[in-house]
C-alpha cells in the first residue's frame, strides 16, 4: 500500500476547510517535486472543482492521474465529477462511474454517484435521438433503473446520507410521495439538522389542512432553530406571523360590533331602542368585554407563543409594510370602538358614521391581503 506525503495529506485537509487556494499553491510545490504523485494529481482537480470551479484544470488533472494508472477509483471519482464541470461532457460520465462499480463493487459511492447522473444522461441521450422529447414512460423507466442503484447504494452505505438523498430525488421526480417521505425520515434520522429534509417536512406539516397559525409558527421557529440560516423556514415563519397578525383585526372588529349593539345604533322592528346618553356606569362596563376579548383572544395566546415567534412578530413589523397595516387597521378599529362606548352620545347619527369607519375599511382588506406575505 503506497503512502501519501504529508504535503497531500496537509492539501486534503485545506480542501475540506474550503481553502482551495492555499491547497493549490501547495499541491503545485509537490508536483513539481514529483511529477508522478499520482494522489497529488487528484486533490490538484478537487481544488478546481471547489468554490470557483474550473473542469477543464480538473480534467487536466484526473488525466495525469488516470495515465499513472487507469483503474485508480479514487481518480475515476473525481474524473467523473470533471467531466460533469465541463459543459457537453457528462454524458460520458455513465462509463467512468460503471468502471467504479467495476473496480469497487460493494462500496456504495459509485452507485450513488451514477442513481444521481444516470436519469439525466438517459434523458439527454432520448431528447437528442427524438428531437428534443422525452414521454412519461421513458422517464418511468430511467427513474426505475437509477431508482435500482440508488437502493444499492443505500444497502451497502446504510450510514451515508447523500445514498438517501439521491433515493430522495428520484422518488420526488417519480412522484411517489410516500417512499419520498418515509426517505425524508431516514435522511433526519441520520442527520438531523439536515437542511433540505428539515425543509420539507417542516413545510408539509405547517401547510396541512387544519394546522393554525400557532402552530405553523412553532414548526418553523423550531426548524430554524436547527437550521437558522435556512431563508424557506425565515419565510414560513414569516407567512405563519403575519396570520397570527391577520387574527389581531378579527377581535378589533368584534369589539367594533359589540360597540354597535351596546348602542343599538339600528332599529330593529319591534325592539325599542336604548336612550342616550348610557350613563356612565354603562359605559365603563363596556369596557369589560373587550378587555376579556384582548386579555383571551390575543394577550394569552401571545404569552404562550415561542420566545423565537414572539421575536419574529416583533421584527416582522419592522421590516414588511403589511404588517404594520394589520396593526394600524385593528388600532384604528378599537380606536372606533373606543369613541362609541366611551362619548356620552345623545343621538345615533354620528355613532353610526364612527360604526361604519371603524368596520368597513378592515372588513374591505380581510380578503385582499390574505395572500400577502407581510
Known amino acids: 500500500?503506497?503512502?501519501?506525503?504529508?504535503?497531500?495529506?496537509?492539501?486534503?485537509?485545506?480542501?475540506?476547510?474550503?481553502?482551495?487556494?492555499?491547497?493549490?499553491?501547495?499541491?503545485?510545490?509537490?508536483?513539481?517535486?514529483?511529477?508522478?504523485?499520482?494522489?497529488?494529481?487528484?486533490?490538484?482537480?478537487?481544488?478546481?472543482?471547489?468554490?470557483?470551479?474550473?473542469?477543464?484544470?480538473?480534467?487536466e488533472a484526473t488525466e495525469r492521474a488516470l495515465a499513472l494508472d487507469p483503474e485508480d477509483v479514487g481518480a475515476l471519482t473525481v474524473h467523473a465529477h470533471a467531466?460533469?464541470?465541463?459543459?457537453?461532457?457528462?454524458?460520458?460520465?455513465?462509463?467512468?462511474?460503471r468502471e467504479v462499480i467495476r473496480l469497487a463493487p460493494d462500496h456504495w459511492y459509485g452507485y450513488a454517484l451514477l442513481a444521481n447522473w444516470l436519469f439525466r444522461i438517459r434523458t439527454v441521450s432520448h431528447a437528442q435521438a427524438h428531437g428534443g422529447t422525452v414521454d412519461r414512460r421513458a422517464m418511468d423507466a430511467f427513474l426505475r433503473e437509477s431508482g435500482e442503484l440508488a437502493q444499492e447504494a443505500i444497502r451497502l452505505g446504510p450510514e451515508k446520507v447523500?445514498?438517501?438523498?439521491?433515493?430522495?430525488?428520484i422518488a420526488d421526480l417519480a412522484n411517489n410521495r410516500t417512499v419520498a417521505a418515509q426517505l425524508d425520515e431516514a435522511i433526519l434520522r441520520l442527520d438531523p439538522q439536515h437542511k433540505a429534509a428539515l425543509e420539507r417536512r417542516t413545510k408539509e406539516a405547517a401547510t396541512t389542512p387544519g394546522v393554525n397559525a400557532t402552530r405553523?409558527?412553532?414548526?418553523?421557529?423550531?426548524?430554524?432553530?436547527?437550521?437558522?440560516?435556512?431563508?424557506?423556514?425565515?419565510?414560513?415563519?414569516?407567512?405563519?406571523?403575519?396570520?397570527?397578525?391577520?387574527?389581531?383585526?378579527?377581535?378589533?372588529?368584534?369589539?367594533?360590533?359589540?360597540?354597535?349593539?351596546?348602542?343599538?345604533?339600528?332599529q330593529v322592528e319591534g325592539e325599542i331602542q336604548r336612550t342616550l346618553p348610557l350613563p356612565l356606569g354603562q359605559r365603563l362596563w363596556n369596557l369589560v368585554p373587550m378587555t376579556v376579548i384582548w386579555a383571551l383572544g390575543?394577550?394569552?395566546?401571545?404569552?404562550r407563543l415561542r420566545a423565537g415567534v414572539r421575536v419574529n412578530l416583533g421584527s416582522l413589523v419592522r421590516r414588511r409594510t403589511w404588517a404594520r397595516v394589520v396593526l394600524a387597521q385593528a388600532a384604528w378599529a378599537m380606536l372606533c370602538a373606543l369613541l362609541l362606548t366611551q362619548v356620552p352620545w345623545t343621538?345615533?347619527?354620528?355613532?353610526q358614521v364612527i360604526f361604519w369607519a371603524g368596520l368597513l375599511p378592515t372588513l374591505a382588506t380581510v380578503w385582499f391581503d390574505r395572500r400577502k406575505s407581510g
Not at 467531466?83 to 455513465?94: I, K, S, T, Y
Not at 343621538?347 to 355613532?351: A, G, K, L
Open 1 to 59: 500500500m503506497s503512502t501519501v506525503h504529508p504535503a497531500v495529506e496537509r492539501a486534503d485537509v485545506l480542501i475540506d476547510l474550503k481553502r482551495y487556494a492555499e491547497a493549490r499553491q501547495l499541491l503545485a510545490q509537490r508536483l513539481a517535486e514529483e511529477p508522478e504523485d499520482l494522489r497529488a494529481w487528484v486533490e490538484l482537480a478537487r481544488t478546481h472543482l471547489g468554490d470557483d470551479p474550473d473542469g477543464t484544470k480538473a480534467l
Open 83 to 97: 467531466l460533469q464541470a465541463v459543459g457537453g461532457r457528462f454524458v460520458e460520465m455513465e462509463d467512468v462511474l
Open 162 to 169: 447523500f445514498a438517501y438523498e439521491v433515493a430522495w430525488l
Open 216 to 266: 405553523a409558527a412553532t414548526l418553523y421557529a423550531d426548524a430554524l432553530a436547527s437550521v437558522p440560516d435556512s431563508t424557506t423556514m425565515q419565510r414560513g415563519l414569516d407567512d405563519a406571523s403575519y396570520r397570527l397578525l391577520r387574527g389581531i383585526r378579527w377581535l378589533a372588529l368584534l369589539c367594533v360590533a359589540l360597540s354597535g349593539a351596546g348602542l343599538d345604533l339600528f
Open 298 to 303: 390575543a394577550l394569552l395566546r401571545y404569552r
Open 347 to 351: 343621538e345615533r347619527t354620528i355613532p
